[in-house]
């Protein structure tokens, strides 16, 4: 199985300021297999960016993904209010899927 | 624009049986390759539990696969989820999600929270 570690676990930022979040692979995982994910409470994850690099529809270009190997990375060049959630990567190359355990984006 | 939703019973019996749907609209279920159940316990982060193709074709996650059974009706448009022998460690928002293993995400379901207590 691939495990997904996250880092930090808990960003303090100020809106207008950039986020980097990390997430290292156990084993090396194909970069068309790697996805971001923002979840707010109560709400279902929302997909941000898949295949490592790809934003999903809809999805503003502050959100940036890049990485390969086992080192991913998420940016987020200026945060809005909107963008302080939980965020989550996910390898679905390889059986089981697995997701890491997540970084929270709150405000400092 | 593919639209996700779950139903089935909010609560659950110890040692009984969890059993969900997941309504697809918006288009055809055999329009996307692979379809996935995740959960997501009480403040924890997110489990794959599975996933099927429009055959009916399955993975499950080892943990789960002794007692999980997702099926697929396109005649109705949907899948469902089935985990027996269920505990207190069930209990979850359980939702249904488009992709699956090499297969990119992308629609997911608003979820639905299941508690199994007696």
């Known amino acids: 199985e691939v495990v997904l570690t996250q880092s930090p676990g808990t960003l303090s930022l100020s809106p207008g300021e950039r986020a980097t979040l990390s997430c290292r692979a156990s084993?090396?995982?194909?970069?068309?297999?790697l996805a971001w994910y923002q979840q707010k409470p109560g709400q279902a994850p929302r997909l941000l960016i898949y295949?490592?690099?790809i934003r999903a529809t809809g999805i503003p270009d502050r959100f940036s993904g890049s990485g390969s190997g086992t080192d991913f990375t998420l940016t987020i060049s200026r945060l809005e209010p909107e963008d302080f959630a939980v965020y989550y990567c996910?390898?679905?190359?390889?059986?089981?899927?697995?997701f890491g355990g997540g970084t929270k984006v709150d405000i400092k | 624009q593919v639209q996700l939703q779950e139903s089935g019973p909010g609560l659950v019996k110890p040692s009984g049986t969890l059993s969900l749907t997941c309504a697809v609209s918006g288009g055809s279920i055999s329009s996307i390759s692979w379809w996935s159940w995740v959960r997501q316990p009480p403040g924890k982060g997110l489990e794959w539990i599975g996933e099927i193709d429009p055959g009916g074709n399955t993975n499950y996650n080892s943990p789960l696969k002794s007692r999980v059974t997702i099926l697929v009706d396109k005649s109705e448009n949907q899948f469902s989820l089935k985990l027996s022998s269920v505990t207190a460690a069930d209990t979850a928002v359980y939702y249904c999600a488009s992709g699956g293993i090499r297969f990119r995400p992308g629609y997911w379901g608003q979820g639905t929270p299941v508690t199994v207590s007696s």
């Open positions: 084993q090396s995982v194909s970069s068309t297999y």
């Open positions: 295949g490592a690099t």
């Open positions: 996910q390898q679905y190359g390889t059986s089981p899927l697995t």
